[in-house]
């Protein structure tokens, strides 16, 4: 099973482009901290309530993307305040990135290699050798908004990661209905990090804009 990291980057990566989809990289790196964050909980490494986040336990998972997040947020200091947690991590994001496209290659899902841009720049890209793992989510995350089955905890964390970076019905077209955006409301209430990924990138935003 893929982690949440290595899901969200399979669904933003365009395999016509080789690129993610347009995304900013700061959407990007948001995404993955949070999905790394996500993924620990999952794990049950760390616990929360409404506004604070903690360490349970610090040994190390077997994933460098997950232990660069989990040893940071182990250390005295660190944020527990929900709100803070995607920017005290977002030094580390990327590498993350590189951990997590590291570890899809190590699993031949993925090949990464370089090539020019319209400008003549040489830019790196990354093709898709085994489209099963991104077909399976795709379909398992449809059949979850148009209500054919209840999803689980992790594939309600990647759809919000994906709704918060605003990718939602460009890498999932079904979702576009009334009906499956809906459902995904009601799901999101159930993450409370998805939504701090969404704040943050919203402050970024204004702060942009400002």
């Known amino acids: 099973m893929l982690t949440i990291a290595e899901d969200f980057i399979l669904l933003v990566l365009d395999p016509r482009t080789g690129d993610f989809r347009?995304?900013?990289?700061?959407?990007?790196?948001?995404?993955?901290?949070?999905?790394?964050?996500?993924?620990?909980?999952?794990?049950?490494?760390?616990?929360?309530?409404?506004?604070?986040?903690?360490?349970?336990?610090?040994?190390?998972?077997?994933?460098?993307?997950?232990?660069?997040?989990?040893?940071?947020?182990?250390?005295?200091?660190?944020?527990?305040?929900?709100?803070?947690?995607?920017?005290?991590?977002?030094?580390?994001?990327?590498?993350?990135?590189?951990?997590v496209l590291s570890k899809l290659r190590a699993r031949k899902v993925i090949a990464t290699g370089e090539a020019r841009n319209l400008m003549l720049r040489k830019v790196t890209r990354h093709a898709i050798l085994d489209a099963a793992p991104l077909r399976q989510t795709k379909e398992r995350l449809t059949r979850m908004l148009m209500g054919e089955e209840l999803p689980d905890p992790r594939d309600v964390c990647l759809m919000t990661l994906?709704?918060?970076?605003?990718?939602?019905?460009?890498?999932i077209p079904k979702a576009g209905s009334a009906e499956a955006m809906e459902r995904l409301n009601g799901f999101s209430t159930m993450d409370l990090m998805g939504k701090h990924v969404q704040r943050y990138l919203e402050g970024v935003e204004r702060g942009a804009a400002g």
């Open 22 to 99: 347009r995304l900013k990289t700061d959407d990007l790196h948001a995404g993955l901290v949070g999905a790394s964050v996500m993924e620990l909980a999952l794990r049950e490494r760390t616990d929360s309530d409404d506004e604070t986040l903690w360490v349970l336990d610090a040994k190390p998972t077997g994933y460098d993307s997950l232990d660069l997040i989990l040893s940071a947020m182990a250390e005295p200091g660190f944020p527990k305040d929900i709100g803070k947690i995607i920017g005290a991590l977002m030094p580390l994001a990327e590498r993350v990135e590189m951990n």
């Open 162 to 171: 994906v709704k918060a970076c605003g990718l939602l019905e460009e890498v």
